[in-house]
């Protein structure tokens, strides 16, 4: 059964930084891309960070260039997400999704999601 | 940024009777088009890929349909648990975007 957990989330300062993480089990994590997907309050979903099976190329939101981060280790079989220069406008919960296939971004499983809170 | 916009914005139907939702892209995706359902506190479920494949486990009555710019689920006989909000993305060109959504609520 596939499993993805998140962790990392919680209210930070705007300016500050966090980490999120997403640890994978029940697939060879390692053969597909993977992603961060967001949703703020009472918002639609908003497609935030992606990168390719065995971490060969990075893709970002333009909202979130510059600032943000997506990495993984396929030998923990964990995401990560490294946030920086945080906006209260990036506040939102924050999920990390499988892709159907190894060449594809659209996505068959999701995690429960970690709330970012970025407030004052 | 290709820009999905569905419609309508919210979708008054009664127990049984079809649904059917719409989503447009500012240019063409192909295919390369997803929709999702999702139930408030949850994360989305994936429905259809590939504009009209449906996922594991999906019912028979959500299917989709279209290529290019046109799109369209229709579920075709609404039960309780459909009632949701339903959501577009393609997977076309980076970056990767969704709809705004369709809410889907009991007439």
């Known amino acids: 059964e596939v499993q993805l957990v998140e962790s990392g989330g919680g209210l930070v300062q705007p300016g500050g930084s966090l980490r999120l993480s997403c640890a994978a089990s029940g697939f060879t994590f390692s053969s597909y891309a993977m992603s961060w997907v967001r949703q703020a309050p009472g918002k639609g979903l908003e497609w935030v960070s992606a990168i390719r099976g065995g971490g060969s190329s990075t893709y970002n939101a333009d909202s979130v260039k510059g600032r943000f981060t997506v990495s993984r280790d396929d030998s923990k079989n964990t995401l990560y997400l490294q946030m920086s220069s945080l906006r209260v406008e990036d506040t939102a919960v924050y999920y990390c999704?499988?892709?159907?296939?190894?060449?594809?971004?659209?996505?068959?499983?999701w995690g429960q999601g970690t709330l970012v809170t970025v407030s004052s | 940024e290709i820009v999905m916009t569905q419609s309508p914005g919210t979708l008054s139907v009664s127990l049984g009777e079809r649904a059917t939702l719409s989503c447009r892209a500012s240019q063409s995706v192909s295919s390369n088009l997803a929709w999702y359902q999702q139930k408030p506190g949850q994360a989305p479920r994936l429905l259809i890929y590939?504009?009209?494949t449906r996922a594991t486990g999906i019912p028979a009555r959500f299917s989709g349909s279209g290529s290019g710019t046109e799109f369209t689920l229709t579920i075709s006989s609404l039960q309780s648990e459909d009632f949701a909000v339903y959501c577009c993305q393609q997977y076309n060109n980076w970056p990767r975007t969704f709809g705004q959504g369709t809410k889907v609520e009991i007439k």
């Open positions: 999704a499988k892709s159907v296939t190894v060449s594809t971004t659209n996505f068959d499983h």
């Open positions: 590939g504009a009209s």
